[in-house]
């Protein structure tokens, strides 16, 4: 969210692009503080020893654009769940709205990327804001692929400095930008959404080949699904490790507890890598779910299928500008199933 409105590369003067440093951790929260106020919804960021904790765990690097004072004034993070991940999520892409139109968004994240080639990762993903195309724009000059649209992904509370992005929940547009070829693996995607999922594995290069569940072996009884509830986007996430023939009794239960608490959103995460997804993930229609997208090399090395029940958001793509062809033919799916 948050990143300036230009595609190409380009060195401001007395600008420093560089990796962040631990020392530099406060100049990133007065950053993020100067952009969106307290609004921001990943909260560690108002945090500088949190900050400098993840950097020296090594599930954080980032990179800065730093001025000849020493104030950080552009940044884009690479963060890991754990350091080893095969891709890591390029976010917190915060410009200073005095520095906004200077190219340096794709700046860092051409840094970025360039960065994790070099390690091996597999690619990036990221979250861009659907209210203006600007990050978009410099995501598709840089490579990256559109890769879902998730409705009402971004708490109404996120306030924007110097952009008008309406009082309500906003839209996200998913990317994925390879940096390098990931491992082979069959893609079991549900009759529903087959079409759709080979066409974003494609589109992103990935090395998945759609598949067709084994006959001689069926689901496992029961679903591992693992939930988290994350108080600053107000929805859970349930995760589903390995899809059971419970699986649709099992997301109900956990999705009725969400909303029980008042989360807006919901979400179900199914690897695509288990051929049971593909006999039982359309199941979750009945619930109300709906496609959300893919997150290449999400879980484990596995693709996942995410879809989103929105309970208390109003789909409407009026609000929604996209950058590109394959977007908008995307976002004209996510809205057909909404």
Not at 124 to 142: D, F, G, I
Not at 219 to 228: I, M
Request: glycine share 10%; proline share 5%; net charge negative.
């Amino acid at each position: 969210m948050g990143a300036d409105d230009d595609h190409d590369d380009h060195r401001e003067p007395g600008v420093e692009v560089r990796d962040l440093a631990a020392d530099d951790a406060g100049g990133l929260t007065r950053l993020v503080r100067r952009c969106y106020g307290d609004s921001y919804d990943a909260t560690w960021v108002y945090d500088p020893a949190e900050i400098t904790a993840r950097l020296r765990r090594g599930v954080l690097r980032s990179t800065v654009a730093v001025t000849a004072g020493g104030e950080v004034v552009a940044h884009v993070g690479l963060t890991r769940t754990q350091p080893d991940d095969d891709v890591a999520e390029a976010g917190q892409a915060v410009v200073d709205p005095a520095y906004r139109g200077r190219h340096l968004f794709t700046t860092l994240k051409r840094h970025a990327a360039e960065r994790a080639r070099r390690e091996g990762l597999c690619g990036l993903y990221s979250e861009a804001t659907a209210a203006h195309p600007y990050s978009q724009r410099a995501n598709v000059a840089l490579g990256a692929v559109e890769t879902g649209v998730l409705l009402g992904y971004i708490p109404a509370s996120v306030e924007y400095t110097a952009i008008d992005a309406g009082s309500h929940r906003q839209s996200v547009v998913l990317y994925y930008l390879k940096t390098n070829d990931g491992h082979q693996r069959p893609v079991y995607a549900p009759p529903r959404d087959r079409a759709m999922v080979a066409r974003i594995v494609a589109r992103a290069g990935l090395r998945g080949s759609m598949a067709d569940a084994p006959r001689e072996s069926g689901p496992a009884p029961q679903s591992d699904l693992h939930t988290e509830d994350r108080a600053d986007h107000n929805d859970r996430i349930i995760t589903a490790r390995t899809v059971g023939r419970d699986l649709v009794g099992a997301v109900e239960r956990a999705r009725d507890d969400a909303l029980a608490n008042g989360a807006d959103c919901v979400y179900v995460d199914l690897p695509l890598a288990d051929p049971a997804t593909q006999l039982l993930g359309d199941g979750v229609y009945e619930l109300g779910f709906r496609f959300g997208g893919v997150f290449p090399n999400r879980l484990h090395g596995c693709d996942v299928l995410r879809y989103q029940h929105l309970e208390r958001v109003t789909p409407d793509g009026a609000d929604i500008d996209l950058a590109s062809d394959h977007g908008r033919e995307l976002l004209a799916y996510v809205m057909a199933t909404a």
